[in-house]
């Protein structure tokens, strides 16, 4: 059985294209049936096209607030019928209404280790904070932001002579790793929420989510 993935972008769409190759590859079940962005100027859209995906442009500055956004952005998913719904680089707070309509099929990437690192800046903060790993995490999502079950990490050593430029494009190739892994664990059935967090092929996963060291 195919699953329907409808992904959101707000920006550059690495992470879209990650997802588009994989989707490509042999028994993969995974299909991407929209992609979503709140601006025009989103460079993902382009990707999209390119795939021969549907794209859709929901511009929140049309709307009268976060409930009226949310409520047409929810129309518009709804009508792909998706499984699953994957914020990449999607650069909106969500309301809690979205989150509960979505609760258990959504899933967020974030360039840090959560729980370090909440919200901008993450790869600034690693390095002031003086960390000795970065790296970034897939989770669920959830009503606290950035703060759902953890799926997956990939962690990074920080180098002494690291910029935030550099720690932010070796976390990206990593972003480009885990996040397609995320998605077709979950297309493949073996992902999902439990009442106690994420559970992979019916084990519940530890609460950092599946590490993966480079
Ligand atoms: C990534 O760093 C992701 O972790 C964050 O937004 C960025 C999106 O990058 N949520 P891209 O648009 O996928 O290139």
Request: aromatic share 4%.
């Amino acid at each position: 059985m195919p699953c329907n993935v409808v992904v959101l972008i707000s920006g550059s769409g690495s992470n879209l294209q990650a997802l588009i190759d994989s989707v490509a590859q042999d028994g993969n079940p995974a299909r991407i049936g929209a992609v979503i962005s709140n601006r025009a100027d989103a460079y993902g859209l382009q990707r999209a096209k390119q795939a021969g995906i549907a794209t859709e442009l929901l511009d929140h500055k049309q709307f009268d607030g976060r409930e009226a956004f949310d409520a047409a952005l929810i129309q518009a998913i709804e009508a792909h019928q998706p499984d699953l719904v994957v914020l990449a680089g999607f650069m909106r707070i969500l309301t809690p209404g979205f989150v509960q309509h979505y609760a258990g099929r959504l899933l967020n990437i974030h360039p840090s280790l959560l729980p370090r690192h909440k919200g901008l800046h993450t790869h600034q903060r690693a390095l002031e904070a003086g960390d000795s790993e970065h790296g970034c995490s897939v989770h669920f999502v959830t009503e606290e932001l950035d703060g759902g079950p953890l799926v997956v990490q990939a962690v990074l050593p920080v180098m002494a002579d690291d910029t935030a430029e550099s720690l932010a494009s070796r976390v990206h190739q990593q972003e480009h790793q885990i996040y397609p892994l995320a998605v077709r664990w979950f297309a493949e059935g073996r992902l999902r929420l439990g009442a106690q967090g994420a559970m992979l092929d019916g084990e519940p996963l530890p609460a950092s989510g599946h590490l993966i060291r480079t």
